[in-house]
């Protein structure tokens, strides 16, 4: 399977506990993407990635959040010192953005992941 | 702020019928536009993607189209049927310079086709 892969699918945790996700994109994808989607709501943007470069954090994105994609390819979330209202689907995009300095070119179509369901108990 | 509406936000129709979803946006300086599926507890999957010089795309049973002028854009889906039984969302990229890459979603609307 070539798509997006992200691990764990679910996560049960106890309020406190520190956890991370990896997201494995499509290989030749240089942005990866994060997002949070709580029921009911569609998904809302948490931060994105060009190559190994962090470009852009949401104001969703406290201190206890980090990102990571150290050599371009798999990333991972941690939340450290997790709270209840941290419950929800973490997921995972990836795309293909080509072009120069400023314009981007291409249809830019995001490739989703099967995304992590935390629990925070 | 960009701002994302589906209406309705659930929908239950006969196995068989034509049926269309709506999707309206409040900036129409956008790059493009995605419609999704996503089955509970799942993740997304791209269904159509429309860049915004474009009016409609087609895959298969499912037709979308754009209005950029309007905010708007439609999912049809011909001959439902019950594996079609999914919420659907629609997304929309900003404008055509990179900076702001984040996709603005919809709550989605819930279709279950009846048998």
């Known amino acids: 399977d070539t798509g997006v892969s992200q691990n764990p699918r679910h996560k049960i945790t106890k309020r406190g506990q520190n956890v991370t996700f990896r997201c494995d994109p499509i290989s030749e994808h240089n942005r990866l993407y994060w997002y949070r989607q709580t029921l009911g709501q569609g998904p809302e943007f948490l931060t994105y990635?060009?190559?190994?470069?962090?470009?852009?954090k949401s104001r969703l994105l406290s201190d206890r959040f980090s990102a990571e994609r150290p050599k371009g390819s798999f990333s991972t979330l941690e939340i450290q010192r997790t709270e209840q209202g941290d419950s929800a689907m973490y997921l995972c995009?990836?795309?293909?953005?080509?072009?120069?300095?400023?314009?981007?070119?291409?249809?830019?179509?995001?490739?989703f992941g099967q995304g992590t369901r935390l629990t925070v108990v | 702020k960009q701002e994302v509406t589906q209406i309705p936000a659930a929908l239950s129709v006969p196995e068989g019928e034509n049926l269309v979803l709506n999707c309206s946006f409040t900036?129409?300086?956008?790059?493009?536009l995605q419609w999704f599926r996503q089955d509970p507890g799942k993740g997304l999957t791209s269904l159509l993607l429309?860049?915004?010089?474009?009016r409609e795309q087609t895959s298969g049973r499912l037709n979308a189209s754009l209005d950029k002028s309007s905010g708007r854009s439609t999912l049809y889906i011909a001959a439902s049927q019950p594996g079609d039984s999914a919420t659907y969302l629609c997304a929309v990229r900003p404008g055509a310079n990179f900076g702001n890459e984040k996709l603005t979603f919809g709550t989605g609307t819930r279709l279950t086709i009846i048998p």
């Open positions: 900036d129409s300086a956008i790059y493009n």
């Open positions: 429309i860049q915004s010089s474009q």
């Open positions: 990635f060009q190559n190994e470069a962090q470009l852009e």
């Open positions: 995009a990836s795309s293909l953005a080509r072009g120069g300095a400023v314009r981007r070119q291409g249809n830019t179509e995001a490739f």
